[in-house]
């Protein structure tokens, strides 16, 4: 059965630092998507990361894949406090199964000026 | 571009009332799903459905029914609503298949308070 972990849960930047958000997944995952939910909001899809070694990167986010290490990381560069959001990593199970997202738990993220 | 709507938006119901949650899709998709989400927990499938007429159990699907008629709709029903099923419901539509990236389009979310 798959799960998905991320750490950390809570991160708190100032603007203009990086860093990065772990996302470690326990089987293997076809496929792995970054989502980022807004306080009250809906989800936003990010990324989808479909193959070992791939990268995707949008303004100041950048997602990758290492699918031998399970692992994918969602790294920000100079970060700027419209980042402040939730974001959730979640892999498929669709090459064993029915095709359903398995969620991480979320790393809030709080970027002060 | 309506995308996946959602109805209601907020409800607040009495224990052992039932309701059903609406959600419609105009994209096509053959994949869709209900997810609840916990502050802290992330999101909980309680099912899904591959296309019209075939629905199955995610991870917990206790105390709620779904149907899925049409390509377009997938209801979600809760019969005797009890306050462990206070929680924002989520649903969300895909075009999965093995060539396709199987990428979630979200409502808006349906926040619901079980008194």
């Known amino acids: 059965e798959l799960k998905v972990e991320q750490n950390p849960l809570f991160l708190s930047m100032q603007e203009g630092k990086n860093y990065t958000i772990y996302c470690n997944y326990s089987?293997?995952?076809?496929?792995l998507y970054w989502y980022r939910q807004d306080p009250g909001k809906s989800l936003e899809s990010l990324f989808v990361l479909l193959s070992n070694g791939a990268v995707k990167q949008e303004g100041r986010l950048m997602a990758s894949l290492d699918t031998k290490a399970r692992l994918s990381t969602l790294h920000i560069t100079a970060a700027v406090h419209d980042l402040s959001a939730t974001y959730f990593c979640a892999g498929s199970n669709y090459g064993g199964s029915q095709g359903n997202l398995i969620f991480g738990k979320g790393t809030k993220l709080s970027v002060k000026p | 571009n309506a995308g996946v709507t959602q109805t209601p938006k907020f409800r607040i119901l009495k224990i052992g009332q039932s309701m059903t949650l609406q959600c419609a899709q105009d994209m096509n998709h053959n994949y869709m799903y209900w997810y609840r989400q916990d502050p802290g927990m992330g999101l909980k499938l309680i099912y899904y459905?591959?296309?019209?007429?075939?629905?199955d159990k995610g991870e917990v699907p206790n105390g709620y029914n779904v149907s899925r008629s049409t390509t377009e709709d997938f209801p979600l029903r809760l019969e005797l609503a009890a306050p462990s099923q206070t929680s924002v419901y989520f649903c969300?539509?895909?075009?999965?298949?093995?060539?396709?990236?199987?990428?979630?389009?979200f409502g808006e979310g349906s926040r619901l308070t079980v008194l």
């Open positions: 459905s591959v296309g019209a007429g075939i629905t």
């Open positions: 089987t293997t995952s076809d496929r």
């Open positions: 969300a539509s895909s075009y999965t298949s093995g060539s396709t990236t199987g990428e979630l389009f």
